[in-house]
């Protein structure tokens, strides 16, 4: 369905986040409060374009010893989302992932894997949206391509 070489994965990716310093100068950018929880956090989403979700957080945060909550955790990348620092994609309605590329872009879900994908920018073209009242406006787009692997 796909061509897989015009897939891009973006964990393979770098991002410009490499400090504990432009990790503060970024939480505060963006209206933040740096808590140490918070910065943690931070340092494990943003260290690439990934897609975790908050159980995967939650323990990268955790790998050398408990010090951030579950519901720390949560709190934590449902505020990042608000804030813009991170992008919330909800696959299905029991599983969330957190996308640290904030960018406008789309995905492919494989629900036999449980593998989230970013679509390149010109592989899903999207004519236009509905006529919205004059009390609204859109902010986004998002769409997730399902797909199954073949038996």
């Not at 897939?7 to 503060?24: A, P, Y």
């Not at 409060?33 to 956090?41: A, G, L």
């Not at 975790?52 to 951030?68: K, P």
């Not at 955790?73 to 992008?87: E, M, Q, S």
């Amino acid at each position: 369905m796909f061509d897989s070489e015009r897939v891009n994965t973006m964990e393979s990716m770098e991002s410009n986040i490499k400090t504990k310093s432009q990790i503060v100068d970024l939480l505060v950018n963006h209206d933040v409060t740096p808590t140490q929880q918070r910065v943690k956090i931070a340092e494990v989403l943003l260290a690439r374009h990934q897609h975790l979700s908050a159980d995967q957080v939650l323990d990268d945060v955790n790998r050398e010893r408990a010090v951030v909550s579950k519901a720390t955790v949560y709190n934590t990348l449902g505020l990042f989302a608000r804030k813009g620092l991170v992008r919330e994609v909800i696959v299905d309605p029991s599983k969330v992932f957190y996308d640290s590329n904030t960018s406008d872009h789309h995905h492919i879900f494989n629900v036999d894997t449980g593998k989230l994908e970013d679509l390149h920018g010109g592989m899903l073209q999207i004519g236009s949206v509905p006529a919205l009242s004059d009390q609204v406006e859109t902010v986004g787009v998002d769409v997730v391509v399902r797909v199954r692997n073949k038996n």
